[in-house]
């Protein structure tokens, strides 16, 4: 059976924590921040917790290995 290749894509965006759960970088803060409230994007910072679901599809299909 050949080695499953990982998403080169996902492995940029995504990271796994120690319980295996999947992080990501919030979306909507690359441009456009002029037109965003403070608290918008105050509450754009740092990662959060995918939903276990996606995090499951994910860990499956493109991080095979992680």
């Known amino acids: 059976m050949p080695k499953l290749k990982t998403k080169s894509g996902a492995k940029k965006r995504f990271k796994l924590t120690a319980t295996g759960k999947v992080l ?16 918008q994007i105050r509450n754009l910072r740092g990662t959060k ?14 991080l095979p290995y992680a």
């Open 49 to 62: 917790v995918l939903y276990e679901t996606d995090g499951k599809n994910l860990k499956k299909f493109a």
């Open 24 to 39: 990501h970088a919030q979306r909507g803060k690359r441009h456009g921040m002029i037109k965003r409230t403070k608290k």
